[in-house]
């Protein structure tokens, strides 16, 4: 009886940890899809240039160099992390429209 209880307690400890860094996970990934949606130069504590390059749409090719990123019109979609801890997979759609430019797209972060 006390072996299932700490297999049990043991199985409730790694799913509570589990969560904690997919929410962790998580909130991160909308601020790195802000940040390179904005065009914020600061960026290099949370993403490498690869990654800024592949989502801000100014380096992408997407519209013009005067484009003014305004956060109220971004939509970043339910996020899905899937990780083992030290390493992990984002499923996220993120969705941008003003009266010039727009675009609704699936981001993959790994």
Same mark, same amino acid.
């Given at each position: 009886?006390?072996?299932? /209880?700490?297999? *049990?307690?043991? %199985?409730?400890?790694?799913?509570?940890? $589990?969560?904690?860094?997919?929410?962790?996970?998580?909130?991160?990934? /909308?601020?790195? *899809?802000?940040? %390179?949606?904005?065009?914020?130069?600061? $960026?290099?504590?949370?993403?490498?240039q690869t990654a800024f390059q592949t989502i801000n749409p100014i380096e992408r090719g997407l519209t013009a160099s005067h484009f003014e990123f305004d956060k109220e019109l971004h939509d970043v979609g339910g996020i899905l992390p899937l990780h083992f801890f030290f390493i992990s997979k984002v499923f996220v759609t993120q969705q941008y429209e003003n009266a010039h430019f727009g675009f609704k797209e699936p981001v993959r972060l790994v």
């Open positions: 009886m006390r072996g299932k /209880k700490q297999m *049990l307690t043991l %199985a409730i400890l790694f799913a509570a940890a $589990y969560v904690i860094f997919g929410v962790w996970i998580a909130h991160d990934t /909308k601020i790195i *899809l802000e940040k %390179a949606m904005s065009g914020d130069l600061d $960026y290099s504590h949370y993403m490498n």
